[in-house]
């Protein structure tokens, strides 16, 4: 599975507060603490009594500069430590959190560290539960979880699948990509709240037979990551998404499927007309095959040399173009071997765009399949910036703070 859609950084300065409860998955809490650090986070840890049956708390401590609390009573640390991460903390995250943190959160209980600094912190709190699926689905728990969401508490919730006693149901911990997802958009400003924002991305195939087929090395990276960098800023996001299987998306991102030029256009189309925001990246197939064979075509009917008859498919960007509406914001993305800003200047004008954004098909470390890009973006009205190689993930960032910079 490809994931550089999701190395988002420059989290510097941003203190999370991980607490770490006794689950048989809290050995994963050290994955989600690396993870976040990679982001440049600075993660402090907790762990409950029940948390230290399963890890060590120098496990933690051997990998995080920030502080890793063991007890309500532990001589080792700060007098004031049930209030530590409320006054330093930018978000508190319980990864794995089990039915008993759940409960005590909910009810206002704080009969140990963890409950205790859970208790007066202000900022942002995440629980991602972990436990057995019965346990999950019961009544007391789905109550608990129920009054959390209610006070804005976020519950990432868990995935199914065979759980470690054998069972299988709701109730394994969530990816740790998606939990790490949640945490930075936990972390960071809401700017695009309430605004519906529509991505496609990916190839498209084109079957000239049933194994036969006409298509593009586009890997959706680009796109997956400003579709994530559009959720992380609060936006709703919808994706079109063309073949890409080795793509990894996360659970919470509404996504249609489709495979063929012509089934990206519908999609599109029909989800457009709602959208505040819409960015197609897609490599989309200009052209498709006038004749698709029912059954497989045989070399000795063939012969040695074949000629593909083309025909051109629909250009999504340009209809949807068309057919905008004034208040919507659109933006393109141009691919080009030669003459970038010429070529893009001309789509940014010809499809009624917003902002385009071109990138050179030429070096090899921009375009398709590369976590790099070296764009030029152009705007409307005649605004033009060309950025140095960036990761995809810092592009798609800039491509956000553009719109909220200009849009207005
Ligand atoms: N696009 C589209 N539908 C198509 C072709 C392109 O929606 N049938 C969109 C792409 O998703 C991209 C923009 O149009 O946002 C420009 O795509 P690009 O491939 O660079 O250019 P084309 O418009 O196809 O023109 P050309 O092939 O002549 O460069």
């Known amino acids: 599975m490809t994931t550089s859609h999701t190395d988002f950084t420059g989290f510097a300065g941003k203190r999370l507060q991980l607490g770490v409860t006794g689950s048989v998955s809290a050995f994963r809490a050290v994955d989600i603490m690396r993870r976040l650090q990679r982001a440049d986070v600075l993660v402090g840890v907790t762990l409950t009594a029940a948390a230290q049956e399963f890890i060590r708390p120098l496990q933690f401590r051997s990998l995080t500069p ?38 005590k959160h909910a009810c206002g209980i704080g009969d140990d560290l963890l409950s205790s600094q859970l208790f007066s912190f202000k900022g942002p709190i995440i629980h991602a539960p972990a436990m057995n699926p019965r346990i999950w689905s019961s009544s007391a728990v789905q109550a608990n979880v129920s009054k959390l ?10 995935e199914t699948g065979v759980m470690a006693c054998g ?61 994530l960098a559009a959720w992380l800023h609060g936006a709703e996001v919808s994706v079109v998404q063309g073949p890409t299987p080795h793509l990894w998306l996360p659970r919470f ?12 256009h519908q999609a599109c189309l029909d989800l457009a007309t709602g959208m505040d925001i819409i960015c197609l990246t897609a490599a989309v197939s200009d052209y498709r ?10 070399k000795s009917t063939l012969g040695e040399r074949v000629s593909l008859d083309l025909e051109q498919n629909p250009d999504i960007l340009a209809d949807i173009g ?6 919507q914001y659109i933006i393109g993305f141009a691919a080009e071997t030669d003459d970038i800003l010429h070529h893009a ?20 470390d921009s375009g398709f399949g590369t976590a790099t890009n070296q764009v030029h973006v152009i705007s409307r009205c005649g605004r033009r910036e060309s950025w140095p ?16 910079d200009h849009s207005a």
């Not at 068309?322 to 208040?327: G, I, M, Q, V």
């Open 66 to 103: 920030g502080p890793v609390y063991e007890g309500l009573f532990d001589s080792n640390q700060a007098e004031y430590a049930h209030l530590e991460p409320a006054q330093n903390a930018h978000l508190f995250l319980v990864a794995p959190s089990t039915a008993n943190t759940l409960a």
């Open 149 to 158: 969401m209610e006070r804005g508490v976020g519950i990432v919730s868990p």
């Open 167 to 227: 069972e299988t149901g709701e109730g394994r911990l969530a990816d740790v990509e998606e939990i790490f997802l949640y945490a930075l958009k936990g972390l960071m400003p809401q700017s695009l709240a309430g605004i519906r924002f529509l991505v496609n991305l990916g190839p498209t195939r084109e079957y000239w037979d049933p194994v036969r087929v006409v298509t593009n090395d586009s890997s959706g990276t680009m796109g997956a990551a400003i579709a």
């Open 253 to 264: 991102m509404p996504t249609t499927n489709v495979a063929s030029a012509r089934q990206m």
């Open 289 to 298: 095959p006038t004749v698709v064979q029912l059954n497989k075509a045989k």
């Open 322 to 327: 068309r057919t905008r509406k004034d208040s």
């Open 345 to 364: 200047q001309r789509k940014l004008h010809e499809k009624r765009l917003d902002l385009i954004v071109a990138n050179s098909l030429a070096r090899s």
């Open 389 to 404: 190689i960036l990761a995809k993930t810092e592009v798609a960032m800039r491509i956000i703070e553009w719109f909220l």
